[in-house]
Structure formats: C-alpha cells, structure tokens
C-alpha cells in the first residue's frame, strides 16, 4: 500500500527533521513547536501536515518575518500521547516556543490540550474531530482548526438519508470513531425512514476485515458508513473492492482523506458512494485553485499531486497564529489567545470565511460532501472527486449559546 511505503520513508527521515530543527535554534528566532506522526496508523499524515507548516512559515519570513524575528519550526515525531507530552515538555524546557500544534488523532490532542492549560501556553490542534476537543476537553489556551463531529454529522446525514433506506456502521474502537457514529446517529433519528441495522466496533491497527466485511453482508444494508481512520482505513477499502462489498451496499466515508483516496487508486476509489471533505481544491473559491498552484510549484516530487485537508489545516493554523501575535504585538499566550477569539478569516480557502470562536475555539467553517468520479473523467492528477453540496459552517455548527461557559468548566 502507498501510505505503508510512506511511513518506511518516514521512519528514516523523522529524526533528520527532529536534529535539524533544533542545531538551527538562534535567539533571534520566534520559535514553534510542531508534534506531528511521523510513525505508525496516522504516520502518512505528518509529512501532509509538515508541508502546511513549512507553506505557512516560508510565506511569512519572506514577508519579514513577525514582530522583526524569521520563523523557525522545531519539528517532533508524536504519533502517540504520552510521546506527544514528553517531547513536547522537553521543548518547553529547551526553547520555549511562542506555541504549539499538533496532530496524531484526537488522543494525541486530548492529552495536548491538558498540557497547554497546564503550562498555559497555545496549541492547536491540526487534524482531529472528536467532540469532547470543543467540549470536556476545551480549555482557553487550545483550538480545535478541523470541525468537530458534530459539524460532520449535520453536513453529511442529510445527504446519506437521499441514497439509502438502511444503514450499517463500522466504527473506530476509539474516541474518533466513538463520536463519529454517535453524533451521525444523532442526526439520523430525523430521518425515521432510514433504518439502522447495527454497528462493528474496529480495534486500532486491525488489517483484516473478512469476518466484518461478512457479518455486513448478512445485515444487507443498502448504505455502509465507515468512520475508520488512517492506514486500517486504506486496508479496509482495499479489502471491500476485493469482496466487491460496494456492488451491494453504497459506501459512505463522512470524514474522507485524500490520503485514502490516492492510496487505494483512482479506480478502487469509484467505490466510495459519498464522501464528507474539509477541503479540496476545486471546492468554489479561486484561492482554492492558487493554493494548488503553490503548493504544486514547492513540492513538484510530493507524494500527493495536489494539497490535502491536512495540509491546509496545518497552513491555516500555523498562518492564522503568526497573524494573531501581529496583532498582539507580543508572544505572551493570553494576549495571542485574545487576538485569536473571535477573528474573522478572510481567506479561509473555502466559500465563506471561517470565524474562530470565542466561546470554545472551535473554527466555523464550510463543510463538503463529494462523490467520486472514474479516472476518465479527470482532467488531472488528483482530479477525483465531484462536488455535491456546500454545507455552510453557520449552518451546520453547533449554536454558540450551547458552548457557552465550556472553556471555564461551567458547561460540557
């Protein structure tokens, strides 16, 4: 598989990119500390998320840099929560980065979050969807940029219930996958004509479907969701092309990675019936199309023809915090917090702006449903999916008086 040749290719380079960042520290630098997975089931993602991180960085020193200091990146391979912290305290200790972002999946930056109200220093969360990052877990000094699953649900639901009259659902045995179908199964029970025949919980690392692809295909449901993330997620797709699953049953993946679409192949991917995008480059907004260009000019070799959700994720997110201490005029992390709650973002790269929001640091912004199109009907590498609708962030994110008192604790 693609993404398991990558991780090969990782494990050789993480602790060159670690090594390197840390003999170019000057004083004169504004430092970031960046814990992304370089290794294991969401290893593919880290060098996506490092390609935003270093599109964000190289924009602004060339513009000057931020507060008369250029922008250096101290990078971490973090694939694993108490890994995340240690390294991330070692940072601290050593450099003192104005912040931090982070990826590695939602129980990475559950425990990222705690360490940043605990030493009271920004982080954000770059690529993660599970609730309790904008609920339990919220906490003033952590922003969750990728929309929460409660967002995804109410993008994507209405659509599933237009393809099918049953559903079955396969679930990441682990925060993610535990909100993903909980909150899709919120929505759901206001469409009372789609029926729900059940759910097969997926333990993390699992490689071989066979006897959950089976028990699908006695339960017979016209629409199978699949809230599995990161290499199982590819494993699994390959393996219902091999069952041919997707003849009997439409194959609905509400949170869909470029990533898994470009592994399996453009053929393999036609199985995927619907699918819920963050981003991508033809969604209606012409920065969309500039940012492929870009992208496309600073990484001609990369392993993705086109940029990713995580690599626009990790853009927007380090970009829009750089932003925030200009506005601030200072690295102090209350004063970066302010300068971020509530800011309006412009040129998000979607069709509306993106508003970061006060009352739980969420980011607000469009959600896209696709479905995949045959390799002939592309025009280019990465040209495989069609657009289906534009759920608007206003319209699908939970209302602000809901989430207000979260970042104190008053309300979960």
């Known amino acids: 598989m693609k993404h398991l040749k990558l991780l090969g290719q990782l494990a050789v380079v993480s602790s060159m990119l670690v090594s390197v ?18 290794s294991g089931n969401y290893g593919f993602l880290g060098i996506t998320e490092r390609m935003g991180i270093d599109m964000a960085v190289e924009e602004v020193n060339a513009a000057g ?47 990222m979050f705690e360490f940043a109200q605990r030493n ?30 409660s967002m995804i649900a109410n993008a994507i639901v209405p659509e599933m219930a237009k393809i099918a009259k049953s559903v079955f659902f396969l679930t990441h045995d682990y925060s993610f996958g535990h909100t993903q179908t909980s909150e899709q199964r919120r929505v759901l029970a206001k469409f009372p004509d789609v029926k729900d025949l059940g759910e097969i919980k997926i333990p993390l690392n699992t490689r071989d479907f066979s006897s959950q692809i089976i028990a699908i295909r006695n339960a017979k449901p016209e629409m199978l969701v699949v809230n599995v993330a990161g290499v199982d997620s590819t494993a699994l797709l390959q393996q219902i092309w091999e069952f041919n699953l997707y003849k009997e049953t439409k194959v609905v993946i509400p949170l869909l990675d470029f990533e898994d679409s470009w592994a399996i192949g453009a053929e393999k991917n036609t199985l995927i019936a619907l699918g819920g995008v963050e981003w991508h480059y033809n969604v209606p907004n012409e920065a969309a199309q500039a940012f492929k260009k870009r992208y496309q000019e600073k990484y001609p070799d990369a392993q993705y023809p086109v940029p990713t959700t995580n690599v626009v994720n990790a853009y927007l997110g380090v970009r829009e915090t750089l932003r925030a201490i200009t506005r601030a005029g200072s690295v102090d ?76 604790g008053e309300k979960k």
């Open 120 to 149: 009271k220093v920004v982080n954000l969360a770059l690529d993660p969807n599970s609730e309790e990052l904008v609920t339990s877990k919220a906490n003033h000094y952590s922003f969750l940029v990728p929309p929460p699953s």
């Open 333 to 408: 992390s209350d004063k970066i917090v302010a300068a971020l709650e509530g800011y309006t973002i412009e040129d998000s790269l979607k069709t509306t702006p993106a508003v970061i929001r006060a009352s739980d640091h969420q980011w607000v912004q469009d959600f896209f449903v696709y479905k995949t199109k045959a390799p002939s009907a592309g025009t280019e590498p990465g040209d495989i999916y069609d657009l289906v609708a534009v759920a608007k962030g206003a319209d699908i994110v939970v209302p602000d008086s809901a989430r207000q008192g979260v970042l104190s």
């Open 21 to 38: 960042g840390v003999q170019a520290q000057t004083s004169d630098t504004l430092k970031i500390g960046a814990l992304l997975p370089l």
């Open 65 to 111: 840099g931020i507060l008369g200091r250029k922008v250096e990146v101290l990078y971490e391979d973090a694939g694993a929560p108490a890994q995340a912290v240690r390294k991330a305290t070692q940072l601290m200790e050593s450099s003192k980065p104005a912040f931090f972002v982070n990826g590695g999946g939602s129980a990475v930056s559950s425990a």
